[in-house]
């Protein structure tokens, strides 16, 4: 957890673990400046009981929110507005409905009450030891949970985050015990609907060329089964961090920003996939299918772009048909391997951060500027023109993730037939592609034919309108817009 000191123009990291009746903290300066020191407080160690501590030293712990489909992330770099002001314009000026915090700040949960805004809460990395113990699990349930559920909806309590990645045995190996002992506190204080779960970095081995062969790494096999064990018995997500950002190849990016791109089909499913962010899910559950889970729920913990970075693909106009795309995609749109299954999505970021150090990108993945000014406009706004979220009035026609070889041939043979010239499809040709982009290149010109009528997509049952442009570089389908036909 990154805190800052008021008197001095210093960065502090902290680390606060439960050691007994006090509360243990690691502290780094930097450049050789470290330590551990121990405070003792009377009664259960709380996170209300930390603040009040740091608040008496002039310390200022640096908050984060995530939303929904959205997040905010609060730090102190001296020019964010503070979390009452951030939480007052989430509740009036936006449509946002879920949030997501890095700890059990008080502050914050006090400031949702009454709001009706789901929240998840965070266990900080440095508690998980303590919280294998079922008695400082219930502590901690009585001292972060209970004063406040009634009044705010706490939807996930996440154990950490991306412990795995840390490396660091000792959360590890006590990662599933503080889990297993926080939902049984959960339980013993009447609150089992409480979902608890953990992040995860993506960190499974990605086949781009064929998703479905995505696989967790052998070292880490055994303990991604023990905890995909753990969600399913206690019916929470499997939540991962995905950033195609992160794994953008500079000759497609418009592949990782959902825009016309090549798309991919996988080598052994068939399956087509015209972004990353859908390949990456059906990688994900590829993965977890391998090892006997794939009926256990996915939430994304954290997804975004930024607006600006040291690469040509960091612009506004990016960053937006990216998040535009991932707010569409937390409302049941499903992937080609999971089809209108539902994926809780948390956006990063609400806020730029111009005082952030590091990278020009780690200072720009805000919808909005510190003045709450937008960035660029997603859609959350309320009376935003864009609506919520903003859906493109231009149409196409594709085919259905189900449909089956034999009813894609058929609808091709059919269109062929009808009149509509059909080269592009043939050997050689353009859009030559696989069966499924042949069917959906033909359909969409006899359904752009009709005048974007919706029973023109209809090709019994096989066909569906989608506001996601399937074009690729080579491959360019029309669209119909405001009763018009664009595009070459």
């Not at 937006?320 to 080609?336: C, D, E, L, V």
């Not at 999505?345 to 590091?358: S, V």
């Amino acid at each position: 957890m990154d805190i800052g000191i008021n008197r001095r123009a210093l960065e502090l990291q902290i680390l606060f673990f439960i050691q007994g009746t006090g509360v243990g903290l690691n502290w780094n300066f930097g450049g050789g400046l470290a330590g551990t020191f121990l405070v003792e407080f009377s009664g259960i160690v709380s996170m209300e009981a930390v603040l009040n501590f740091a608040e008496v030293v002039e310390i200022e712990f640096a908050g984060a929110v995530k939303l929904g489909s959205y997040i905010l992330y609060h730090v102190n770099n001296g020019n964010l507005p503070p979390p009452q002001q951030v939480v007052e314009f989430i509740k009036t000026k936006t449509i946002i409905d879920s949030v997501k915090i890095y700890d059990a700040n008080p502050d914050i949960l006090r400031a949702l009450s009454g709001t009706g805004i789901d929240v998840t809460i965070m266990v900080p990395n440095g508690n998980i030891p303590a919280l294998a113990n079922v008695e400082n699990a219930r502590q901690w349930v009585g001292a972060n949970v209970l004063p406040f559920h009634q009044q705010t909806k706490i939807k996930y309590i996440c154990v950490g985050n991306e412990i795995l990645l840390t490396k660091d045995n000792n959360l590890i190996s006590n990662l599933i015990p503080a889990m297993q002992s926080l939902l049984e506190a959960l339980k013993v204080s009447g609150l089992p609907d409480m979902k608890v779960t953990t992040p995860h970095a993506f960190t499974v081995v990605y086949n781009q060329d064929a998703p479905s062969e995505s696989r967790f790494n052998d070292e880490q096999k055994y303990i991604f089964a023990k905890i995909l064990e753990f969600n399913r018995q206690a019916k929470s997500p499997f939540m991962i961090s995905a950033y195609p950002y992160f794994m953008v190849d500079p000759n497609n990016v418009n592949y990782a920003i959902f825009g016309p791109s090549n798309a991919i089909t996988d080598t052994k499913t068939g399956k087509t996939y015209n972004n990353m962010f859908d390949a990456v899910m059906d990688a994900t559950y590829s993965a977890m299918n391998a090892l006997g889970y794939g009926d256990v729920d996915i939430a994304v913990g954290e997804t975004g772009w930024p607006s600006a970075c040291d690469a040509a693909w960091c612009t506004p106009q990016n960053a937006a048909n990216y998040n535009i795309n991932i707010i569409k995609r937390s409302q049941n749109i499903g992937t080609p391997l999971m089809p209108n299954r539902h994926i809780d999505i948390y956006l990063f970021a609400l806020f730029n951060e111009d005082g952030k150090p590091g990278p020009t990108y780690e200072k720009n993945w805000g919808l909005f500027k510190p003045d709450f000014s937008p960035v660029y406009d997603v859609g959350v706004l309320r009376g935003s023109d864009t609506g919520p979220p903003p859906s493109s009035s231009e149409k196409w026609c594709v085919v259905k993730q189900e449909a089956t070889n034999e009813q894609l041939q058929a609808n091709i043979d059919w269109v062929c037939s009808q009149g509509i010239d059909c080269k592009n499809i043939s050997p050689g040709g353009i859009c030559f592609d696989n069966m499924k982009a042949r069917s959906s290149f033909v359909m969409n010109v006899y359904y752009q034919s009709k005048g974007g009528s919706e029973e023109a997509c209809n090709f019994s049952g096989s066909g569906v309108v989608t506001t996601t442009n399937p074009s690729t570089s080579s491959c360019v389908m029309k669209n119909v817009e405001g009763g018009s036909v664009h595009g070459t």
